[in-house]
């Protein structure tokens, strides 16, 4: 029922920039919550960014002052903007989101198929 696709991801010098969108599709409630985690080879998934329907917003420490999470709710779509990156950003990046039909009713989430970022040193 619902599909989240992602695009932007590539490689890029350190100091660089990249744009990363990702557009869900299917039946989404008004209230959620999208975002985007990362993936680094031999770590563990970790959050980058969230920011829900109401544009709230959480970053990581490591991207603070670096990444900007913005959303279009009538697109459903999620995006991020990533300058000064470096090395360490390098990952694959995961679109997610995060909705329920009522507000104490069981969270649902749904990820995209990810989006490798690489930056070279």
């Known amino acids: 029922q619902v599909q989240l696709v992602e695009s932007g991801g590539g490689l890029v010098q350190a100091g660089g920039s990249l744009r990363l969108s990702c557009a869900a599709s299917g039946t989404i409630f008004s209230l959620n919550a999208m975002g985007w985690y990362r993936q680094a080879p031999g770590k563990q998934r970790e959050l980058v960014a969230t920011?829900?329907?109401?544009?709230?917003?959480n970053y990581a420490d490591s991207v603070k002052g670096r990444f900007t999470i913005s959303r279009d709710n009538v697109k459903n779509t999620v995006y991020l903007q990533m300058n000064s990156l470096n090395p360490e950003d390098t990952a694959l990046y995961y679109c997610?989101?995060?909705?329920?039909?009522?507000?104490?009713?069981?969270?649902?989430?749904?990820w995209g198929q990810g989006t490798q970022v690489t930056v070279s040193s």
């Open positions: 997610n989101l995060q909705m329920r039909a009522t507000a104490w009713g069981t969270a649902a989430n749904y």
């Open positions: 920011i829900t329907s109401g544009r709230n917003t």
